[in-house]
């Protein structure tokens, strides 16, 4: 039964978010600084401008509805109301009492609001001189007013005449009835049913001349100020604590956004368990920088020269991970390549040598990168006899292997001089022939090759190896091209045993485990172990058979 996947742990994505943001952190505090001040230098340079507000309630002005007793209430639509003192016809009402300023400039500069479940109207007046807002807003109020009073007025003359005109009509019917009574035979039934009539429109006068009389005389009271427009102190906007509040929090948002887009741009490898995922196989060790490792005119060996530092700790965690690999007895032959330059192929080769010899293995390091080769130099020899002079048989193996000193167990094959056809003489039946016999004569043999995307060097000798070890700088190296390598040796049917995370620094790599400082810090300190050097040529002349180099 399959088992399910695991899914990552909600604090592995928390903490590489928290990464992202500490990595980018100079960017975003720049982004927000930079619009914080841009927001603060436009909000002083703006005109200060001063609200005057009055307040008014509203009441009732519809005669008819007044007269029939309908609640105040529902007599008033507070969204009308307010689109009346917004509108032109109060603006220019107010302007001609003001003389100061003109109705559309008045009318763009209020503002009305209504106060949840009242019938108040908060008139507002902007302006930057305090004295003019506050004219303003009272003269907006004051105009709302009386433009309401005005149609009120109009309106009761309206309901007036009409009611005028029912009790005129009323007065004729009524005069028509009577003639008819006269006419009528007296106490004859139609005289009755005229009679009725009569004392009918007699009442229906009644109640129009009762409804008329108050109407007539009714005083219009279309609202009050309950509270007038004052002077104000201090400008309303622009608001310089408001703007600058406002300008942080975009400012951090444009600076986080800016980051999280950056690092998806960002094709770099993410961090270890990013490289072990591009490459299918674990991280075998992970090596932190070295200042100056990449100086081609000072190639380093920390298993060398820093025994006790951290980077020399890493090789030899790589080592313990390729001894329990070839613990069969079957794994020699380790190919070490990266996916282009200055990856840190070569000083793995090296140093991963180094720290095999240390522990009693024979160990063979082969210059297989015969277009630029570099191995010779981390141990100071000469490049005049190598690989290429032993392909083409001018040396044996015995003559072009060299000595490192105080190590005896580990033998140097550099690449010798650069031939016309390396990729020719790698793929060759003598180059099979060599790493043969190497192979029976060593406990491992450690082949630095050329870049897997530069040439096809590599992926000639991956077929030949045992296992392939892919080094990747954890500063430069692109996540397309460590699974363009992948690609290229999955093709070829190679062996990809590992990879090594080199030149890694944990204060600016993209996200990564804290317990990694710790890591470091507990540095590697052997008793009595030896402190090899290297010899002037290192050459063992002589030696025809490949057996006799450990002798």
Known sequence: MQEPTRRPPASSDLRELV??????RPSILLITGVTVIAALFLSFRQTPIYDSTAQVLVKPTNANQVLAGVPAASLISMDTERGIAESSAVANIAAGELGSIDAAQLQEATDVTVPTNTQFLDITFSDPDPA??????????????GYREEQAIE????????????????????????KRLRQAKENSPEAFEIQADIDQIDRELDILRAQLTPLLAQGVDAGDIIAAAQLATSPSSPNHMRNGLLALIVGLALGVGFAFLRERLDDRLAGREDFEELTGSPVLGVVPSVPGWKKKDEPNVPALSQPKGGPAEAYRTIRTNLQFMARSGEFKTVMITSASLGEGKTTTSANLAVTLAQTGKRVIVV???????????FFRMPNDVGVTSVLSGQTRIGEAARRVGGLDTLRVIPSGPVPQNPAELLGSEAMDQLLHDLRDNADF???DTAPVLAVSDALIL???????VIVADAATTSRSAVAHVRDQLEQVGANIVGGVFNNFDPSTAKYYPSYYRYYYSYQYRPENEPQPTT???GRTAGQPDPSEMWR
């Open 19 to 24: 990464g992202v943001l500490r990595k980018h």
């Open 132 to 145: 003019q807002a506050q004219a303003g807003a009272q003269a907006i109020a004051v105009s709302y007013l």
């Open 155 to 178: 309106d009761a003359a309206t309901a007036a005449q009409g009611y005028q005109q029912r009790i005129k009509e009323q007065e004729i019917e009524l005069a028509g009835e009577r």
């Open 367 to 377: 210059g297989a990168d015969l277009r630029k080769p570099r191995i010779h130099r």
């Open 445 to 447: 043999v450690i082949l």
């Open 462 to 468: 991956a077929r030949r190896s045992d296992g392939i």
């Open 535 to 537: 010899s002037g040529n």
